[in-house]
């Protein structure tokens, strides 16, 4: 049997406390919906009102307006307002690189 008190000790300095792990665990559950993702990757494209969103995705408005909740209290998506209409776009680059680097993980070609 090999000693590995000296790995298991460092690993444990430089493990986050619960409570980020946890928050973190929760910011991934919010990528796990498949209209989440979708609105998104729209976001991704373009900055899109709620009926443009709702349009392409073939859904009501309201499921929309329910999912962006979620993705704005989770600081994903942020908006801003023009006359009566808003407008959804991604909260910032490390949402972008996210989205960009789970695409290239999936898409990238695995040699075996």
Same mark, same amino acid.
């Given at each position: ?23 973190? =665990? ?27 969103? =709702? ?58």
């Amino acid at each position: 049997m090999h000693d590995h008190n000296d790995i298991l000790k460092k690993v444990k300095n430089e493990l986050p406390d619960d409570e980020l792990l946890c928050d973190l =665990a929760d910011l991934y559950k919010i990528f796990g919906d498949t209209t989440r993702i979708k609105i998104m990757y729209a976001l991704f494209e373009e900055e899109l009102c709620v009926c443009a969103i =709702a349009d392409l995705l073939g859904m009501t408005q309201s499921a929309i307006s329910h999912q962006l909740k979620i993705l704005k209290d989770a600081d994903l998506v942020a908006n801003r307002r023009e006359g009566k209409t808003i407008y959804y776009h991604l909260s910032d680059d490390h949402v972008r690189s996210i989205i960009a680097q789970g695409f290239d993980h999936l898409t990238e070609e695995h040699e075996d």
